[in-house]
Structures are given as structure tokens and as C-alpha cells.
């Protein structure tokens, strides 16, 4: 059935009757075209339904917005859609996510199960997750947020059956050849002059190595020329590639994720992490990083003692695509490391 503006109000008010949950909730503002959006926006902003507004398109797709250039979901499923509008409303009533999970129950237990998901369908049963997040990537974070040990932290994954060639990566960044083939630990580094070299020089350094199926790469500028011969980096075999990137001074932190050649982001452009919100899917709901808004929506269920949605997003990088960083070796400063080479 396509979807009308007539449509998507008698089915609201038909599913916001049945409840006495929802016996308050209007159906949000509905759009009939992009400038009415944005005029909507600039006198609304952000107060209404988590500032969510409905742009209906010709062809019946209904495309959720937060403000005027947000946008959130996009589908021509009138259920999903009607899901969608109590999940923000319900969200901004309750407190806890699992105050938001129980309530949906009550509506539905089929969007119980998919708020607790974090995806747009009925999944079924999800596992909880049962372990300690902080011996995953999430350890790293909190100090990552200030640019420590590095200000990026790079990955990168061969086709299954495969490996990306750590020390041949780091080698193409720059590294110093000698010191890599050396096996030069970080510890090596900042035990010259009782460490005081390497605090001059760090923002000269990387450290490598593998963790899982990724090969890892962290550093904050890399040199002049690095990588550049291209027939080399694409004998490594790299098929994904992810990147994390701290500028504190600025509070900016990025996410990029390259596969098969091309960035995947739902052509939002730069992912920022700070635009992650707890209890707000932080990417397209049902777009190419929707795996990522499941993994992150179970990390915030699983561990309500995290606290730093830092970490809950980290953990979900490493739920949703096995990131991780050996934490011992970072510890006992027995990771590779190396400076990078002298011009």
C-alpha cells in the first residue's frame, strides 16, 4: 500500500488509540516537500519529538528527519514507520534504555524485541553479551579521546583466508626499515635517554601489529610521501579499512570505514563520533551502517555500567566488526613500533 499523508494519519491514530501508551503521542509533523521541511525546522529546531519531522515523497517513502538536513530513516513500510514514531516517543518519556525496551513490550512485544536489536525488524532472541568490554577495543578510548598513544588508530582486513602484512603496512606508511626488521618493541623506543627522547619524538612513531583479522596501525602524522607506491599497498590485499581519528583540541573525532574500494556512510560525509547520542541510533536506520546502529544499541543494553559512549561505541566496532587492540602488549610495551624514516 502506498503511503498518503491521509494514510499514515488514520494508521497512527488507529495504533496510538490501542494503547494507552501512546494515547498522548500526535503524529509528528508531516512534510510534503523540502522547503516545507526546512521552514518547519527553523521554527521547531530540536523541541518536538527529538526534533523528528516526516518528509512524505510522491512515491510513498516516508523519510524521518531530525531537523531540516538529518536525516534518519527513509522506508515505504507504514509498520516501520509507525514503529519509528513510538520508539522517539517513548524514548524521550522514559528514562533507562530498558525502561524504553519494557515499555515497547507493552505496545508490542515484536517491537520490544526490535528496540532491543537495534535494527527494524523482528530478529527474535538476542544474546546478551556477557563479557567485559574493556578487555575488547574499548579499553583504549578514554584515552584516545586525548590523542593517546595516537591520535589515529587504522585497520585493515584481507579477504577471508588472508592477511594484511603488518610489517610490510607499516613499512609503506614509512616506518623505519631497520627498526622493523629489527623487531623493535615500543618499550625499545622510550628506553633511550630514559625515555626523554621518545617524548620528542613520538609524534614521529607508530606502532603495528595484528589483533584478531585486522592488521593495526596507530600514529599521528605520517611523513611526507608514505605509501606511495601503489602496486605495493595493493599486493597487501586490502579489502577494508577503518580509521579512527582524535583531534582534541577541537573535538572532533572521525569514523571512516572503506570496503571494496568506497567509503561506506549513506553519503552523510564525515562520521562524526560526537554526534553519537545514547539511545539514538548514530547512523541511517537501515542504510549501510545500520549493523553498526544494532552492535551499538546492544552494547548500551549489555552494559548499562559503561558510561562513556566512547566506550559503548567502541565495543560495538568490536562486536560488529571484530576491531580490536591487544591491551597486554599495549601495557607491557612489548607492541611493534618504529619511528618513521629519516628523509
Known amino acids: 500500500m502506498e503511503i498518503t499523508k491521509r494514510t499514515l494519519a488514520e494508521a497512527w491514530q488507529r495504533r496510538a488509540a490501542g494503547h494507552p501508551l501512546l494515547d498522548e503521542v500526535g503524529l509528528p509533523r508531516v512534510a510534503l516537500s523540502a522547503d516545507e521541511l ?62 524504553v525496551a519494557d515499555a515497547l513490550d507493552r505496545i508490542d512485544p515484536a517491537w520490544g524485541r526490535r528496540f532491543r536489536s537495534g535494527g527494524l525488524d523482528d530478529t527474535g532472541t538476542v544474546e546478551a553479551c556477557g563479557r567485559d568490554p574493556l578487555e575488547g577495543l574499548a579499553w583504549i578510548a578514554g584515552s584516545w579521546r586525548e590523542q593517546d598513544p595516537y591520535t589515529t588508530l587504522s585497520f585493515f582486513r584481507a579477504a577471508p583466508g588472508r592477511t594484511v602484512d603488518a610489517e610490510r603496512l607499516a613499512g609503506l606508511y614509512g616506518a623505519d626499515p631497520v627498526q622493523v626488521a629489527a623487531g623493535t618493541r615500543l618499550k625499545d623506543l622510550r628506553a633511550g635517554d ?101 552492535a551499538v544499541r546492544r552494547a548500551e543494553l549489555d552494559h548499562p555500567e559503561l558510561t562513556s559512549t566512547f566506550e559503548l561505541y567502541f565495543h560495538a566496532l568490536e562486536e560488529s566488526l571484530g576491531l580490536r587492540l591487544p591491551r597486554r602488549e599495549f601495557a607491557e610495551e612489548e607492541v611493534r613500533a618504529a619511528y618513521w624514516a629519516a628523509e
Open 38 to 99: 526546512e521552514e518547519w525546522a527553523e521554527r521547531a529546531g530540536d523541541a518536538e519529538d527529538g526534533g523528528l519531522c516526516l518528509l512524505l515523497g510522491e512515491d510513498g517513502t516516508v523519510r524521518g528527519h531530525r531537523g531540516a538536513y538529518r536525516e534518519v530513516f527513509a522506508t515505504r513500510d507504514l509498520e516501520q514507520v509507525l514503529y519509528l514514531i513510538a520508539e522517539a516517543a517513548i524514548r524521550r518519556r522514559c528514562g533507562s534504555l530498558e525502561e
Open 194 to 294: 630514559g625515555g626523554r627522547a621518545h617524548r620528542d619524538r613520538q609524534w614521529e612513531s607508530c606502532c603495528f601489529g595484528r589483533a584478531g583479522e585486522w592488521t593495526f596501525l596507530l600514529y599521528h602524522d605520517t611523513p611526507p610521501g608514505s605509501f606511495a607506491d601503489k602496486e605495493a599497498y595493493a599486493a597487501l590485499g586490502i579489502e577494508e579499512s577503518v580509521w579512527l581519528t582524535a583531534t582534541s583540541a577541537k573535538a572532533i573525532y572521525t569514523f571512516d570505514y572503506m570496503r571494496d574500494g568506497r567509503r561506506v556512510d549513506d553519503d552523510w560525509g564525515a562520521l562524526e563520533l560526537i554526534w553519537y547520542e545514547r539511545g539514538r541510533a548514530p547512523y541511517l536506520r537501515g542504510g549501510e551502517l545500520d549493523f553498526l546502529n544494532r
